[in-house]
């Protein structure tokens, strides 16, 4: 293993911490909401076992992989792209949110990431074919995302106006 460059292990390893990230912040909107409404809970918690079972399944695809492929030197280019995807992902997760509109804003800015191509990359270019089936990663792409936060948000809620109203539970951080 070549200490300068990064390995495929560690580039399965970030890719999996981002779907990770991913996963915690939709969790904790999960917490923060559940005091109001369960179908509000509900959303955010779908986009959390997503996420969850996306890293479950970088998982899988890496435990299967020969060690000598893990060790292998992985492109730099996806390396610095997971990296820096990772850093906006931390930074956009931790921060505060007062209310359902900010919980959704940054909801928004995340799914705008490359997060779901680098989750698609890995999957198309690391996993055996008879586990990459379409619907495996149908669901994670960016503008399927998106769509679901616009389209799927219970309709009382989709408003700015009426999510600015939605105080996020300061008890459940």
Request: net charge negative.
């Given at each position: 293993?070549?200490?300068e460059f ?10 999996i ?11 904790r ?8 409404s369960?179908?509000?809970?509900d ?10 079972q996306?890293?479950i ?9 020969p060690r000598?492929r ?15 995807c990772?850093e ?16 959704y804003?940054?909801?928004l ?10 989750y698609e990359?890995?999957v ?8 990459t ?6 669901h994670l ?9 616009k ?13 600015i ?9």
């Amino acid at each position: 293993m070549n200490a300068e460059f990064p390995t495929i292990q560690k580039l399965f390893d970030q890719t999996i911490a981002l779907q990770k990230a991913s996963e915690a912040f939709y969790s904790r909107l999960t917490a923060l909401f559940t005091y109001y409404s369960s179908e509000i809970a509900d959303f955010w918690k779908r986009f959390s076992e997503e996420d969850h079972q996306a890293a479950i399944f970088l998982e899988t695809i890496r435990n299967r992989l020969p060690r000598e492929r893990l060790e292998q030197i992985a492109d730099p280019g996806i390396f610095h792209r997971v990296q820096k995807c990772l850093e906006d992902t931390l930074i956009l997760s931790g921060k505060p949110i007062d209310n359902l509109e900010e919980a959704y804003r940054i909801a928004l800015q995340l799914e705008g990431l490359e997060n779901h191509a680098i989750y698609e990359f890995m999957v198309l270019n690391f996993a055996p074919q008879e586990i990459t089936q379409p619907s495996g990663i149908a669901h994670l792409k960016t503008h399927e995302r998106i769509h679901q936060l616009k389209q799927n948000l219970p309709e009382a809620f989709r408003t700015s106006a009426a999510r600015i109203k939605i105080n996020a539970n300061k008890e459940n951080p």
